[in-house]
């Protein structure tokens, strides 16, 4: 087969011996599984790729039956724990051929992640509209609460009814400061020139401070990142919010690490449009993971995994982003939990 040919094929394609060795693997291959031609051939995939292993069974089943073998979204661990979804064929080839099988694999995480992304949205937008209208209605009265109970205070004598009306007060500010954080920002956003960098060692120092026990935070910054507009408060915020929820998923765990990660990726579809560029910043925590029963919500308003959280934080953090007409991502596991706020920048650079 003509190797020129297979490498302008976006789908990865490998030629395995009769032992299962490589010999030959395309540049899509290479992408797909992290690894060079030159490191892979002559080894079994499953030397470089832990979870081909589970595949070899059923390819030296192929080459004894010489029957075609297709698999739908599989499930392939690489090397460096990550997963990816698939769609996988193999061929077993007539000999003389020096190959004895020809497997093609299709990726399908992105058109996976589209599918979800746009269905999330959705959802956002239409529980956020349905959260206005109630945060609104709830709005509406607390400004007269607030003012009655300031008018009652200034008329009572008794310190102790003054306590009553105190805590009134307070009460209703609280809810208030909720009913605004639930509305979203309430003026259009600002884009000017912003370093992403400044912005993340801010929050990191806010953070910092915060932890109530002993914390890590790691830092990989790409320093060819130039400054890119945007909204910086509300970068700042998002950021700070997915750190703070970082921080505090860490509360029972020991040798408790943050890392901050900046990285630019090409060629990235978002809400089913592709960008050229795009920024990605990844906030990894070695935290015991998300509950499984709050994933498919996560970043719904109110939907939170602790006691005495208010299940806004990720939700206004999806919304700035959403804003930025970016998406937030996350993926987790048990000492694992990544979230991923990735900003078009041919937007910004508009």
Excluded: C
Excluded at 2 to 9: E, G, P, R, S, W
């Amino acid at each position: 087969m003509d190797q020129t040919a297979i490498d302008n094929l976006t789908t990865a394609v490998l030629l395995l011996d009769r032992n299962l060795n490589l010999v030959r693997i395309n540049q899509s291959a290479e992408s797909l599984f992290e690894l060079s031609e030159k490191r892979a051939l002559e080894k079994p995939l499953s030397f470089h790729v832990p979870g081909w292993l589970k595949f070899e069974p059923l390819l030296r089943e192929a080459l004894k039956n010489n029957q075609l073998y297709t698999q739908r979204q599989a499930q392939i661990e690489l090397l460096g724990g990550a997963h990816i979804t698939v769609d996988l064929t193999v061929t077993p080839l007539a000999e003389p051929s020096e190959a004895g099988l020809l497997i093609e694999v299709i990726a399908l995480d992105r058109y996976l992640r589209i599918d979800r992304d746009n269905l999330n949205r959705e959802h956002q937008e239409g529980t956020q509209q349905m959260i206005r209208g109630l945060a609104h209605e709830i709005k509406n009265p607390l400004g007269g609460i607030r003012g009655s109970a300031q008018l009652l205070h200034e008329e009572l004598d008794s310190s102790e009814l003054k306590e009553y009306t105190a805590i009134i007060i307070e009460e209703t500010d609280r809810l208030k400061t909720l009913v605004d954080r639930l509305l979203g920002p309430n003026k259009p956003s600002e884009f000017i020139p912003g370093n992403i960098h400044e912005i993340l060692e801010r929050a990191r120092k806010l953070i910092e401070l915060e932890a109530p026990t002993a914390l890590t935070i790691n830092r990989d910054y790409d320093p060819s990142i130039p400054e890119i507009l945007m909204d910086p408060d509300l970068i700042f915020q998002a950021i700070l919010n997915l750190i703070r929820n970082a921080m505090q998923s860490l509360e029972k765990t020991n040798n408790a690490t943050i890392k901050l990660v900046t990285r630019t990726e090409r060629q990235f579809t978002i809400a089913s449009v592709r960008h050229r560029n795009v920024l990605k910043v990844d906030i990894i925590d070695n935290g015991p993971g998300i509950p499984p029963a709050l994933r498919d919500n996560l970043f719904l308003p109110m939907i939170t995994g602790r006691p005495d959280g208010t299940g806004l934080g990720l939700s206004v953090a999806h919304a700035i982003v959403h804003r930025h007409k970016g998406v937030l991502e996350f993926s987790s596991d048990r000492g694992r939990t990544q979230f991923s706020l990735i900003i078009p920048l041919e937007v910004a650079q508009s």
